[in-house]
């Protein structure tokens, strides 16, 4: 028996949204749909799948790797242009061993799939579709020989997602809500989510935010201090600002879309009125005493750095940093040739001993990345000093893309909570003294850890 699994929905139907994410990846509970159902498909005994990928596979595929973490063997199938499911299993034919199963992995099917494979010698027939409330599941079974010139419906919400007369039909069990659009996504997520929050383990989550009923947070999302949301979907590689209020919507990125209506805004469109607060932390006496503080990591850097790029210690960098008529104004400096932060970035004290950064503030950029920043969210950041120490940097995901350290740093801008605290307690933190790295999805759990 061969299992193929197709993940190659391109996520059009889901409108902005789709633009973010596939839907095999999008969460429900925290967890990808796609996860859910390979973790079904080995609960039913399947070791290995063809797994069918389409023009955005790079998402997928960096995603599940080999499936190993899973304990089924993965082998990538990409679908060419034009290519319908049906072409896509002829061409395959001759690596189909035996009956086949098809499942598509990206419309959140997952809690029939185990009864689908335990009631099959229900139904006869070259062909059995597996049918909720009279409507395709996404899981069928082929004879072999049975593929000729059928094909097999792609999306739950278009009009060709209905029953074909010619295939055996085995009813499942009522439950699944099929992932078909923005709508859809989001009762499916909360029936996933249940009463209580449900918060993937590779998110992160600041004790004072409060995350009520129906609140999923998926992988690599943070949300951070005061952030208050209720039935609110946090997708990956997203960051929560403080202090924020969210209900009834989904967030990707700066990306803010209602529940209810499908309406998509900006979560920038949320920032507080611009208060023009002094910081702090932005003078050069305190870059004095960080600066003498730091003095023993120096030799440990360069060395450290000389050793990892063969004699190569530094590498110089251009940054816009702060004039004194409160402009941005491009400055010369260097870091070490280093991916751990901490040890990175202590030639950048020197600048706010030199009045071209503040010990705290927003991100500092190169300045080609400053001068692309056009849209009105993005100019907040210029109320506020660039520095040293950014919100966005101490708690962005390394693999967010730069605009969700943006909105944190607009946030930042108009709320200018203290950094210095923050700083000094990740200083003894795993995040400040190893390098980031993506996650491996071949890498087993180890045994008895999470």
């Known amino acids: 028996m061969t299992t193929v699994l197709f993940a190659d929905r391109d996520g059009a139907s889901f409108g902005p949204l789709g633009a973010r994410t596939v839907p095999a990846l999008l969460p429900l509970g925290g967890i990808p749909a796609l996860e859910r159902a390979l973790e079904a498909l080995v609960r039913a005994g399947r070791r290995s799948a063809l797994l069918v990928v389409g023009e955005r596979a790079g998402e997928v595929e960096r995603r599940f790797g080999k499936g190993i973490r899973w304990g089924i063997a993965l082998e990538i199938v990409r679908r060419e242009d034009g290519e319908t499911p049906g072409d896509v299993l002829r061409r395959l034919e001759p690596r189909l061993d035996g009956e086949t199963i098809i499942v598509r992995g990206d419309v959140g099917q997952h809690a029939v799939i185990g009864e689908f494979f335990a009631r099959l010698d229900e139904a006869r027939g070259p062909v059995v579709a597996g049918l909720l409330g009279g409507r395709p599941a996404g899981l069928w079974r082929l004879l072999p020989g049975a593929l000729k010139k059928k094909d097999f419906p792609v999306e739950p919400g278009a009009a060709e997602w209905v029953k074909d007369p010619d295939f055996a039909s085995l009813a499942l069990s009522e439950g699944p809500i099929l992932l078909a659009d923005v709508a859809s996504y989001y009762k499916a997520d909360r029936m996933a989510a249940g009463t209580a929050p449900a918060i993937s383990e590779r998110s992160m989550v600041d004790g004072s935010a409060a995350l009520l009923e129906g609140t999923t947070v998926a992988e690599e999302a943070v949300v951070l201090s005061g952030a208050r949301l209720s039935a609110v979907s946090v997708l990956p590689r997203t960051a929560i600002p403080p202090g924020v209020t969210l209900e009834s919507a989904i967030v990707s990125g700066n990306l803010l879309v209602d529940a209810a209506t499908g309406t998509a805004s900006l979560l920038t ?171 491996n999805p071949d890498a087993l759990k180890e045994e008895g850890k999470g």
């Open 269 to 439: 469109d949320r920032l507080p009125p611009a208060q023009k607060k002094p910081s702090s932390s932005s003078n050069r006496g305190l870059g004095l005493v960080a600066l003498t503080l730091s003095l023993p990591l120096w030799p440990v850097a360069a060395v450290w750095s000389a050793i990892a790029n063969a004699g190569h210690a530094t590498h110089p960098v251009t940054l816009a940093g702060n004039a004194p008529d409160g402009s941005r104004k491009p400055f010369s400096t260097f870091r070490f040739e280093t991916a751990v932060p901490v040890l990175r970035d202590l030639p950048l004290l020197f600048a706010v001993l030199s009045g071209r950064l503040s010990l705290s503030g927003v991100t500092p950029l190169a300045p080609a990345e400053e001068a692309a920043l056009k849209e009105p969210w993005e100019k907040v950041r210029d109320e506020a000093p660039a520095g040293v120490l950014s919100l966005a940097r101490l708690t962005a995901p390394a693999s967010a893309p730069a605009e969700v350290a943006r909105v944190v740093d607009a946030f930042w801008t108009r709320t200018r909570s203290p950094l210095i605290g923050r700083s000094l307690s990740l200083l003894f933190s795993a995040r400040a003294w190893t390098a980031p790295k993506g996650w």
